[in-house]
């Protein structure tokens, strides 16, 4: 001990002092602690020094503070020094600075409220805490509600969730999150969906059951007891409840700032609803029982809204409209008694005023007399042995009545509400476990202390007793199992304070005692207490200044109790004759609600027992004395009744304890208060769980994390091969006392201190090293800048000293060459200079004497204009003067007159008084006076009459004296400006004569003038000059500008190239998009039909099996649109199975249900597929239109006519040559009279004249016989009638595919008609002169027709020149106007004008060639296409040519070109046969029974894919629609089913994916589309389908594919998410680099690398075995690729969000272990060569997170950097990192809560999703591109081992 106060006692050591303020100040030691002093000198942390004096009694040091690095830890017990000032520090610095609200203490799970909604309760948090061990994450309610889950399922042993804390403190939140997580884990097994009843019950009790305080704006007013119930698969069957002590009395009484339950209110709030008109409901302010709190209304809560939950609630829960209209209409009857007012009538008696509003308004609702109920507030029946009697009331005895009844009608009600949501919670399934959730008040203390707040400290007291037994039996357990040698620990037992509450004569004894005595009260019972346990108990006492309360020592704290009120609390009691009266209602619901009037009634409506009993003076009868004595227990008996049930249920399950803290009383958010955390704290027992771990060994670690740690505390000879041995020899030489540690079986267990201790020896021992390489590396660093300076100083010397003697010499040479330089530059300046001063003068003089002569002139005219403004300004300033005078005059008489109007109204006001005063006089005059004004206003009317004609005849008036005087106006004006302009003539003569003097002065100046204009022309001349020159810079320019133009045009196609390429991405994006959605929907589909399927079995098999019956295969039901595809005998059979299924084993409801929402489903997947196909083939169509029209346009026309061009083309060279050849003769024989008849040359043109003829003739028999046969083809194929007899010389037309076929028909005919050759002399006998007559015809207009068409083609281009011409001369003339107009602009602005002009007419061109070039390229495409289908159905026929297709004249005519005819396959043509009763064999051992690796491994791949299209292509052979039919839907059927009994194992999975891919691909391949031949060889298109269309079954084979793939992905997420966090977080890839920090009891998997561990190495291998895997399977590459991309999104969101989970993970040398381990993922993709297709940008978000655990967090511009760095990254994963980082050493600096702020202000304005974790359950979108096979179907072989032997090759 010396040694350890000498050691830690130290200068700088900091410890904890108590302070009044804050509880504990830290400070640090100024000088050591020697034993023995009375003082320690400290300094605060605010820098004052301050003298601690230290008890002389006890000499207690002061606590220690632990050290930064443990600051902020998970679990408290991790703390090396265990005291209540490192738990306050510890619970604040995780509030106020991590903002983290959970924290473990042990067993006990610590909740701080934080005032504010946080978003870590979502269902990504719940998916991240499934299946984690406790200590394996952050402190979360989430994780104590998996722990209760998990022991439950592995011990078999019922569980419970105690949550408890003050009022305000957040346990219903916790309750409530608590369940959320079981219901969201669990589900239900049946179709009541129990887990949403059970979170439905919430909304309801909170409404009746909670209300607001001060402290508390939700607070619960009693305690419940909620038990979930499973099965034996662990999923929530069904529930019950139960409740204790209600506190009834806040329905008759609310303090101020508090409001009665929340139902009142928001009936109040709801009652303008139509539905509520009858309950005569109003504002709350209108009632006593909601208006006394004076805070009707809670901040941010829509008390209507509210209601709307409420009510929703009760229709989940079962319970009706009518009864929740019943229930409102019993709460409104409350609100109604409470306002019922009660008035004296003397002293002992009271009475209610006839017809009140409020109690009759009462008894409507409730269905009971007026009189009655009036008549039993004021009166009571009393009974005695021998008669009985009534007695009236005083008012305030009424008023308590009245209030009593209110509170047990609300509390009957209460007990209504939960006996049905229990009855809504009971399923018929058998409960197997259970999970109870107790969420129960916590220890109160208040001013004044009653009944309720007794009753709350006695249950807290019995809580306590168990948390503090079940804490000293985990410990004893801990130490057993170690085999350490057991102390016995002191704890602090409150049995004592039990005994003295529930033991024979204790406080509740004494009570129910003195309720039974006739006279007995409250004083009288405080004096039995004063007489019996004041002497005898300690833990009683009584106050000093008072004889009516108690004070009792809890554990918590001392509570001083008002005994005033404890014997009525206690009693209950309502008048029977009131109960009576409800009991006769005409309101069924009210009368259900006092049915048991027989049985004990509960103050909360609870039988069991929450308290209280109604006493009903009633003589009990002889039957019914058991059920008597039932009746007479008391509130507190009852209670505590209730309490031992609890405590049995508690003691038989495994507790979970959460322990709720309210950081402040006025509800701030994340404000602690240091009091009042430390009074709770004390309360809950935290501290004492601190004090009893303390007292032992707090501290564990294994021997691996101990040597880990400090290992630099060891020397190499310490270090041995047994790690046990190894770290028993290293403390006992670190630590001398053995008692402050003890070696476990695998763990070391530390004493309180020790652990600081050996961290103050580690962290010395690292300074001390870090000292020494900083010494080194500073010496080496300095060293080494010396000799660097040292070299570049003598380098620059030496550069520097020849640098300035060169420039020394440099300079006196250009000295001398400036001065001589300067004397003659001078010289020329200066003569230039006196040139131009003495040119310069002149003109200046020039201009300066014009000027004077022109401001002369204009002097001289402005005086004379001046004189004129003066002239007219005068006169009409008179005018204004004259003006104002006639105005002031009206003014004045306007004045007068009104002056004596006022002096005549005055004397006729005075006349009208005295006229009254006589008509008071004399009243006899009334009558006359009347008759007098009726006379008056009579006259008064004709007045107005003539008023109106008078006004009438003003306005005419007033319109023609305005327009006279308008007139006059116009003659005065005229007569004025005739005078002025007699003055003006006079004026303008004097000014003619000094004009004329100034025109000879203007003349001499113009002689002048045009000698200047002259030397101006000749400099413009110059100036002119100079401008051509700068024209041809210009055209430079303009050239320039040219190119740049053409540079900014390929800008220009790049940009719209990138705005395509941007386009593109966006529909892929929004292509995904449609994708994704989808898939969900598929995924979901399959949900509904497992389930569908699920509870179809249950039913079943819920029923004993008749004889007969036949149960239905579950994937019969699997996909609603394979029922398009059955026959209607089979829809019709599987509709009776289903049927007979349905009526035996399911409800009618639910499987309506089901039905309809499979319906919906199948409805928006129909939708969905439509527009996914829509997406997909948008681009297809794309490509496919222009081929289309123009195969509409053309057809065999186009064919027709290209042949006929090349033979019109082949005739034409023919003639030319003959033509040619005639010339030669003519011209040679001109001479010699060679045109004469009989002539050589003669005959030569006569025969050429026949040959031309003939052929002429041969043609048109041609085109007759081609044109005839192709019109009976076409009328043969619109009949579909086929020609019996074929023709001898002709082919059949419709079978000519292409242009080679044609042409060779053509070429047949040809040669035959040319074997019959023609004789001219037998032409007339055999009558053909009429055909050949006909030919020409046609050969004339054909010719006709040609020519025509040449001509149009011709004048077409001749108005396209001349178009193109008229724009060429408009453009010539704009090109004049432009010119013109610049040729009168300055110089500068006509080269602006100019180039301007250029830019427009070349951008326009620009574009102009833009467009030309986009349709040349489409024509380019187009023609491409076309030639591709010509070159392609060319080579088809070519290769298709045979022997037998030769015609005659090829034979006689043209060479015979050898053939190579391939030779068919005569035995396999790829297809095989089965029959119809071994289909179900074909799928058994092909798809059933077959084994996925020996397939892999000995047959190539896809086989089974092969095999079954092969099938299929045979039953499309033969034309069997019913066999192609249930051929694929039993192959579909089938994959589903060995996919649901092995859907769990990888390789199947991936095997049946590559074959369902593969048959896909096999009937795209084959499907006959142009889209997917052209990737086949000929022999391959000779093997498409001919009879059926299966794009709909290829949809649902693709639909199918999606669903292994998402069940592919499943089951990989399923075999990596065990190895992900331990292989990526956990696991030290780089030994070493990060310490192990100290762990509490809840520990945590350690990160050494222990056998069964994952680490990275296993990842990879994984990795590794699916590629390898799926590889083997022959599952395409693009598929692949997309499965690896999948791969890596699940580990990156796997391993951020448990590093967002873990405080201890979040550090520097986790974010290297992290970014290395990354590293090594990339080199996997690169050796598999998949690094460019997104996996690695799935990975972005966790590096970025490593990154920012690793980068500098201080400053402004760290911020900024950290801002641009994490974009991959949300805002509140950033802020969540940031505040959970943590320095794993004392080096290490935290990040302070100001740099965080920074952070969130600078991401303000980023707009993204507030959820914090990624979705680890996203799956990106699958596309399947088509992967067309070279394998050719005839060449497959099917080997024996797959037992298919009866199956045949056709």
């Known amino acids: ?47 004052t020094n301050i003298e601690h004096k230290l008890d002389p009694k006890t000499k207690n040091l002061p606590y220690l503070r632990n050290p930064d690095i443990l600051v902020g830890e998970n679990d408290l017990t991790a703390l090396s020094y265990l005291h209540e000032p490192a738990v306050l520090h510890n619970l604040k610095v995780r509030f106020m600075d991590s903002k983290l609200i959970y924290t473990y203490c042990g067993i006990v799970l610590v909740a701080i409220n934080p005032y504010e909604t946080l978003g870590i309760y979502g269902s990504d948090i719940i998916n991240a805490y499934s299946g984690q061990n406790m200590g394996d994450m952050d402190p979360h309610i989430f994780a104590v509600a998996e722990e209760a889950y998990k022991q439950m399922a592995r011990d078999e042993r019922n569980q419970s969730i105690i949550v408890s804390g003050e009022s305000g403190a957040g346990k219903t939140v916790s309750a409530k999150y608590a369940m959320r997580y079981f219901a969201t884990v669990s589900g239900s097994t049946s179709e009541a969906n129990v887990e949403q009843k059970v979170l439905a019950s919430n909304p309801i009790m909170e409404a009746i059951g909670n209300a607001k305080t001060t402290r508390n704006d939700n607070s619960s007013r009693f305690g419940k007891y909620i038990e979930i119930g499973f099965d034996t698969r662990y999923r929530i069957i069904g529930a019950n409840m139960r409740t204790y002590l209600l506190e009834k009395s806040r329905v008759v009484f609310q303090a101020d700032e508090e409001r009665n339950y929340h139902i009142f209110y928001q009936l109040c709030a709801s009652s303008h609803l139509p539905e509520f008109k009858m309950l005569k409901l109003s504002s709350a302010n209108d009632f006593l029982y909601t208006r006394q709190g004076r805070s009707p209304v809670i901040d941010g809560v829509d008390d209507t809204k509210e209601l709307s939950s409420t ?56 269905g009971v007399t007026y009189q009655d109920m009036s008549q039993w507030l004021c009166h009571r029946k009393l009974k005695t042995a021998t008669e009985t009697y009534i007695k009236t009331l005083p008012r305030l005895q009424a008023t308590n009545a009245r209030d009593a009844l209110s509170k047990h009608i609300y509390a009957k009600l209460f007990n209504w509400i939960v006996e049905h949501v229990n009855k809504a919670l009971i399923t018929n399934f058998k409960q197997h476990s259970f999970i109870g959730v107790l969420d129960i008040y916590g220890f109160e203390t208040f001013e004044i202390n009653s009944f309720e707040q007794f009753c709350i400290n006695y249950a807290n007291e019995k809580l306590q007793q168990q948390f503090n037994m079940h804490v000293f039996k985990l410990e004893q357990e801990e130490y057993m199992k170690e085999q350490i040698p057991w102390t016995l620990i002191d704890f602090y037992d409150n049995q004592p304070c039990i005994n003295l509450i529930e033991a024979k004569m204790g406080i509740l004894d004494l009570l129910d005692e003195e309720c039974k005595m006739p006279k007995g009260s409250d004083d009288s019972w405080a004096q039995k207490l004063y007489n019996t346990h004041l002497k005898t108990c300690s833990l009683f006492e009584k106050p000093r200044m008072s004889n009516r309360a108690f004070i009792i020592q809890h554990f918590a704290d001392k509570v001083e109790y008002q005994c005033e009120g404890f014997l009525e609390k206690n009693k209950d009691t309502v008048n029977e004759e009131q109960i009576n009266v409800l009991k006769a209602s005409k309101f069924p619901l009210l009368v259900e609600l006092f049915h048991d009037g027989e049985k004990a009634i509960s103050p909360t409506g609870q039988v069991p027992g929450t308290g209280g009993r109604t006493r009903l003076s009633i003589k009990p009868e002889k039957g ?24 049995e249920t508690l003691n038989a399950t495994t507790p979970h304890y959460v322990r709720c803290i309210k950081p402040n009383d006025f509800k701030l958010a994340f404000s602690f208060d240091p009091k009042r955390a430390v009074q709770q704290l004390r309360a809950c027992g935290v501290l004492e769980t601190i004090r009893i771990s303390a007292a032992g060994f707090p501290s564990r670690w294994t021997y691996q994390e101990f040597f880990s740690r400090y290992r630099v505390l060891m020397k190499q000879k310490d270090v041995l091969p047994d790690r046990r041995l190894t770290c028993r020899n290293v403390l006992e030489h670190l630590v001398q006392d053995q008692d402050k540690y003890q070696f476990g079986k695998t763990k070391i267990f530390f004493r309180a201190g020790q652990v600081a201790y050996l961290e103050k020896l580690r962290a010395e ?58 004397k003659y530059q001078r010289m020329c300046v200066e003569k230039k200079r006196y040139r131009q001063k003495q040119a310069a003068a002149l003109v200046m003089q020039t201009i300066l004497r014009a000027y004077m002569a022109r401001q002369k002139y204009r002097a001289l005219l402005r005086e004379s204009k001046v004189v004129i403004i003066q002239k007219r300004v005068r006169g ?173 045009s390929q800008q220009m196609t790049e940009k719209m190239a990138r705005a395509i390429l941007e386009e593109t991405q966006q529909l892929k994006t929004d292509l995904n998009e449609e994708r994704s959605r989808y898939q969900n929907l598929l995924t979901e589909h399959l949900r509904l039909e497992e389930k569908y399927d699920d509870l179809k079995e249950e039913m079943v098999s819920s029923n004993v099996p008749k004889a007969g019956h036949r149960r239905r295969d579950s994937t019969h039901s699997s996909n609603g649109s394979e029922y398009t595809y059955n026959s209607e005998y089979a829809e019709l059979e599987d509709g009776s199975r289903a049927a007979e299924d349905v009526t035996r084993g399911m409800d009618t409801s639910l499987t309506l249900k089901l039905q309809k929402r499979l319906t919906e489903l199948e409805q928006e997947k129909q ?79 006569l025969e050429q004249l026949n040959a031309s003829c003939e052929e002429l003739e041969v043609r048109k028999e041609e085109v007759l016989i081609l044109r005839s046969q192709l019109v009976s083809q076409k009328e043969a194929m619109h009949h579909k009638e086929t020609m019996t007899e074929p023709s001898v010389y002709v082919e059949d037309v419709s079978k000519l595919k292409d242009a080679g076929e044609l042409k060779q028909a053509y070429v047949g005919l040809k040669d035959t008609n040319r074997s019959a050759a023609p004789d001219f002399h037998k032409l007339n006998e055999d009558g053909e002169l009429w055909l050949v007559n006909q030919g020409l015809k046609e050969t004339i207009r054909l010719l006709e027709h040609q020519l025509q068409t040449q001509r149009r083609g011709y004048d077409s281009e001749v108005e396209s020149l001349r178009g193109e011409l008229q724009n060429v001369k408009e453009e010539n003339n704009r090109q004049q106007q432009l010119l013109a107009q610049n040729l009168q602009l300055p110089p500068e602005a006509r080269i602006e004008a100019s180039l301007q002009h250029e830019i427009t007419r070349l951008t326009n061109e620009n574009l102009d060639l833009m467009e030309q070039l986009e349709k040349q390229d489409r024509t380019i495409r187009k023609l491409k296409k076309q030639l591709k289908v010509y070159s392609k159905r060319i080579g088809e026929m070519g290769a298709g040519q045979t022997e037998g297709q030769t015609s005659p004249g090829q034979m006689v005519d043209e060479p015979i070109h050898p053939v190579n005819i391939p030779r068919r396959e005569k035995d396999f043509q790829g297809m095989l046969e089965y029959n119809k009763e071994d289909e179900l064999k074909l799928v058994k051992n092909l798809i059933l029974e077959l084994k996925p690796r020996g397939v892999a491994v000995n047959l190539i791949p896809g086989l089974p894919a092969y095999i079954l299209f092969m099938c299929l292509r045979h039953a499309d052979y033969v034309n069997d629609d019913q066999k192609v039919r249930t051929l694929l839907t039993s192959t579909i059927n089938s994959i589903k089913k060995i996919l649901k009994k092995r859907g769990d194992d990888f390789e199947t999975v991936s095997f049946w994916l590559s074959n369902t891919c593969r048959f896909l691909h096999c009937l795209k391949q084959y499907s006959g589309d142009e889209a997917f031949m052209k990737h086949n060889s000929p022999r391959q298109n000779e093997h498409c389908l001919s009879n059926f269309d299966l794009a709909e079954y290829r949809q649902v ?66 990795l590794s075995a699916f590629h390898s895997t799926m590889c083997q399977h022959g599952t395409d590459p693009e598929l692949i690729k997309q499965v690896v991309k999948q791969q890596f999104y699940i580990i990156g969101a796997v391993t951020l969000n448990n590093l967002l989970l873990r405080k201890d993970m979040c550090s520097w040398s986790k974010g290297m272990q992290i970014r290395y381990n990354v590293s090594q993922l990339e080199e996997w993709l690169r050796d598999k060569g998949l690094m460019t297709f997104g996996a690695k940008e799935t990975l972005e978000p966790l590096i970025q997170a490593a990154q920012l655990l690793q980068v500098k967090k201080k400053t402004d511009e760290d911020a900024d950097a950290i801002c641009s760095m994490c974009l991959g990254l949300t805002t509140a994963q950033i802020v969540k990192v940031l505040n959970l980082y943590t320095p794993v050493n004392e080096f290490e600096e935290r990040v302070s809560v100001s740099f965080i702020r920074t952070i969130q202000t600078r991401l303000r304005d980023r707009c993204e999703s507030p959820q914090l974790l990624m979705d680890t359950k996203m799956i990106y979108p699958v596309t399947f591109p088509f992967s067309p096979s070279s394998l050719a179907l005839e060449t497959i072989q099917i080997p024996s081992s797959l037992n298919l032997a009866f199956l045949t090759r056709v």
């Open 1 to 47: 001990m010396n040694r350890e106060l000498e050691y830690m006692f130290v200068k700088r050591a900091r410890v904890w002092i108590p302070d009044a303020e804050e509880v504990w100040k830290s400070a640090e030691l100024n000088k050591d602690y020697k034993n023995g002093d009375a003082s320690l000198q400290l300094m605060l942390e605010d820098g």
């Open 311 to 366: 009510r929703k609630a009760f229709t989940l829960l079962g319970i009706n409209e009518s009864n929740q209209m019943g229930l409102f209409q019993v709460l409104a009857a409350i609100l109604h008694l409470g306002n019922v007012e009660i008035k004296d009538r003397d002293s002992d008696s009271s009475i209610i005023p006839p017809n009140n509003g409020h109690l009759t308004a009462f008894c409507d609702l409730v």
């Open 624 to 647: 019914r004395e058991k059920s008597s004595k039932e009746h007479k227990k008391t509130v507190g008996c009852q209670f505590r009744n209730s309490l031992q049930m609890l405590m």
């Open 765 to 822: 021992k690292l300074r001390a090293a870090c000292i020494r390489i900083q010494k080194t590396i500073r010496c080496w660093l300095a060293r080494k800048k010396y000799l660097r300076k040292r070299s570049a100083a003598i380098t620059i010397q030496r550069f520097t000293r020849g640098h300035q003697a060169r420039r020394l010499a440099k300079f006196m040479r250009r000295t001398q060459a400036a001065t001589t330089i300067q």
């Open 876 to 1048: 009409w300033l008179a005018r204004c003067w004259y003006k104002r005078c006639l105005v002031s005059l009206v003014y004045l008489q306007c004045c007068f007159r009104r002056m004596k109007a006022r002096r005549e109204l005055k004397k006729l006001k005075i006349e009208a008084r005295s006229v009254e005063h006589f008509k008071k006089l004399n009243k006899g005059m009334e009558n006359k006076i009347m008759q007098l004004q009726r006379k008056l206003d009579e006259q008064n009317k004709e007045n107005r009459l003539v008023n109106e004609r008078l006004a009438g005849l003003e306005n005419t008036y007033t319109t023609e004296s305005e327009r006279m005087r308008g007139e006059l106006s116009r003659l005065r004006g005229a007569e004025e400006d005739a005078k002025n302009k007699g003055h003006q003539v006079t004026s303008l003569l004097e000014e003619l004569e000094k004009l004329r003097k100034e025109l000879s002065s203007t003349q001499k100046e113009k002689k002048t003038i045009e000698d200047w204009a002259q030397n101006y022309r000749s400099e413009m001349e110059k100036m002119v000059s100079e401008l051509k020159d700068q024209n041809g810079s210009l055209k430079k320019e303009k050239d320039d500008l040219n190119r740049l133009i053409q540079e900014q």
């Open 1167 to 1245: 939708s969905l597929r439509n527009e996914l196909e829509n997406k997909e083939d948008q681009f297809q169509r794309a490509r496919a239109r222009d081929d289309v029209e123009f195969k509409k346009a053309r057809g065999a026309e186009l064919e027709y006519e290209s042949l006929k061009r090349q033979e019109l083309e082949s005739e034409n060279k023919k003639l030319r040559h003959d033509l040619k050849e005639i010339r030669q003769s003519l011209v040679g024989n001109a001479a010699t009279g060679a045109g004469a008849p009989g002539s050589p040359a003669y005959k030569v043109v």
């Open 1597 to 1662: 084979i693709s639909d199918l594919a999606i669903q292994i793939y998402q069940q592919l992905i499943k089951c990989m997420e399923n075999i990596l998410q065990p190895m992900i966090v331990s292989g990526m977080l956990e696991h030290e890839t780089i030994q070493g680099v990060s310490g192990v920090k100290p762990t509490g009891l809840r520990k945590r998997t350690s990160s050494i690398a222990d056998e069964g561990t994952y680490t990275l190495d296993s990842i990879l291998r994984q």
